[in-house]
């Protein structure tokens, strides 16, 4: 191999190996957005593991406890087979889109008292107004 | 009109299977026959395909609820333009129309080259024929888009934040990049099997690619305005999957079109540009499965279902068929040169190659993370947007940098004459640009470097490109700088040559310039609006204030020299939606700006015979008496909360309207493109209090301007042009010889 061709090697390895040192400090870092991603049941069932989480589930209709300064929040979601439940804490903005049922995805972990200190909260709408009572049907049942 | 649809895609597929099948059949045989029948094919399956769009849109027009897809897609009172956009708002018309525009492609590419590329148009029709039949096998067999259900007297509606005049051309935009790539790859691929490797096939395919790159960059920027005034959350991208998907394949074309012209001059590179446009295509396939799967959950993917598996071996036998193709050809694809310098057109042309796939790798990485972690150690690991941000950033800055370096500097071997003639003016401005930063913001740069080294000394790593971020904005408007100095110096120098040559006034001589070689001005051009578009997300992104306040009606938010006032609120009803309207009066600086209007909708659930009633008897008191038809739109939000409390089932889909000030204003150069974002985050209908979330983004609007500057690049690009046209008839007269 000549000199040039070694130049031309090393940028290039170089250039991959910035970028692969840059991937290892931006997923080690703590607030980097690195975090598992579990549902309900799987949260509860593995104790209490470090790191972030965002764990989904559906929101407990019911439970929905809205703060009057309109930006806190405290639920409780269930696991979408059924079984676990979490309660929840968030601090932020709502999303239109989060209601009864919805499913949620909540970011955080757990605090000392058990509840889930969420940092964020995605919100997905049932996205079909007919999950429940079959296509078309009547929603109350009366005719 | 269903059973026309049914039948107009079964026969489209067995036109399309047999177009795949006669076309290879061709290439063992003798005689055009075959061929001729397999181009006949292409077009029938496009005329049908047609047909069956048409049948489709009929019934969104006219509202025949007993098709699935207009059950769930459209409703009695949804806007006409909304009806016909409502057929690629599913997923079953998504694909339908990812083949219809294919089939359109195809047909262009079987008329227009007939009688040319004898030896490649088996091929070229072949691999079109497959990808097409693919498709027809997901519209007829898997995700059909004439299923029907019982009779249905309205349908659900189109998701309301889908209803914007963005996302209606939005998907259709994007799906014209995603599709074009078929063509530059079907021709990559006829070049490879027939050994014909020359100039031809991406020179035909030339105008093609720089279309498709065009539509899927312009489609992503759509779909960045579409979130950003549509979802409320004062922010354009937040490395979603979807909008992962749609940029990767962006980045690689980018790619593509770069490292061939190096192909194209020098004969270099020819094994990575075959590399290069599979890969394009393939993400190009990946990111349709991606959108239309729902693999990775996403907050914006609108569809989830079963079309995972097939898409999966389709893009598994893509990928490996042509990787194996480029291995067992690579004897044909040898450099004609070779990289002389490091500081050379063809070296900078070589690191943005490995800065563009390197940034696309890493996206790919990122977003696939939680499939991967899951195979490999069962646990799902997402990674957000700060990892994102913090690996590519630099990069992007990078490559930046070499969109100056990459056009001035000189071929082979850049010479210090070279340098001082193209790089010392656009490297001072670009310096002064940085210098005048470090003076204006002083104490914020010395605290970034100690941040620095404070972080290196503790070996933080992550601290180090926390303190760091400071210098990207300065440092991308440097780089900005520097970039517009080249070109800018660049146009200079043709026009005073043109004038001193030819004699011509300034003006002629600039028209005739770029005229004459329109590939390369209309690259600058787009040159330029990259590096608008890189203000914009720059400023917009590091100088944006932000807050959220509940006030009552007459109260005021104050924010970074602004001053909002809530002025009242009234109630409406209006098409499939009741909305709380908060006015708000804006002062900038103490300055009167704007009077807007925000609005928070709810859209109910007609489902509910209650509900439906209510609103329809509301509907009709609208324009009546104010007082009365205030309080039958409040008695609707009051049932609404009532079902809501028992139903278990949604009872309305709410969404907002965002309102802007945008500040075009010489008065205020500092505020100049600059938005004021108001959203409504609760509305109260009897109080009128209400949680406002306010937005300052600085020079926002340089990114929508930028993409325009695009546009007027990538027009200009495309446009026939006689020295192309000789270039390429000449390419095809050696190879004829050739054959010969």
Known sequence: ?143 | MSTLGHFALFLALACSAWAATAAWLSTISKGRGLQRSAERGVLAACALVALAVFALEYGFVTNDFSLDAVYHYSSVNQPLPYKIGALWGGQAGSLLLWAFILSCMSSIVVLTNRNKNRAMMPWIVHVLAIVMTFFLVLNNFIASPFETGPLRADGVGLNPQLKNYWMMIHPPTLYLGYVGFTIPFAFGIAALVTRRTGDIWFRTTRRWTIFSWFFLGIGILMGSFWAYIELGWGGYWAWDPVENASLMPWLTGTAFLHSVILQEKKGMMKVWNMTLIILTFCLAIFGTFLTRSGIISSVHSFATSNIGPAFAWFLGITLFGSLILLVLRLDDLKSEARMESVLSREASFLFNNMMLVGIAATVLLLTTFPLISEAATGRKVTMGPPIFNLVNIPWALTLLFLVGVGPLIAWRKATAENFRRNFVIPGLVGLWSLVLFVVLEGQAAIDAVSGIFRSLVRADFGGVFDSIKTFYPPLCFALAAFVVATVVLEFYRGVRARRHQYGEGPLTAFGLLVWRNKRRWGGYVVHLGFVVVCIGVAASSAYRKETVEMIEPKGTIKIDGYAMTYDGYRLDAIDDYVAAVTEVSVWQDGRFAARLEAEQRAHPNMLFPELREAFVRAKTMRGGDPGAYTAAVQGIYTLMARLEGQAGREVKTPSTEVAIHKSFSLAAPQRFGEDFYVTPLGVDPFTGQANFRIFVNPMVNFLWFGGFVLVIGATLCVFPDARERRRLEAAMAIDEREAA
């Open chain 1, 1 to 143: 191999m000549d000199g040039r061709r070694i130049k031309f090697v090393v940028i290039g390895l170089g250039i991959v190996a910035t970028m692969v040192f840059m991937l290892v400090v931006a997923t080690q870092k703590s607030d980097g957005g690195f975090a598992y991603y579990v549902s309900v049941k799987e949260f509860t069932e593995k104790g209490e593991p470090k790191g972030r989480f965002r764990v989904n589930g559906k929101v407990e209709p019911g439970t929905i406890e809205r703060m009057p300064d309109g930006r806190q929040v405290k639920f409780t979601i269930k696991d979408k087979d059924g079984g676990a439940t979490l309660p929840v804490d968030f601090a932020g903005i709502i999303p239109d889109t989060f209601v009864d049922d919805a499913d949620v995805v909540v970011e955080g972990n757990r605090r000392a008292d058990g509840v889930f200190e969420a940092t964020t909260l995605l919100a997905k709408c049932p996205s079909k107004y007919e999950a429940t009572g079959g296509a078309g049907a009547d929603p109350n049942g009366t005719n």
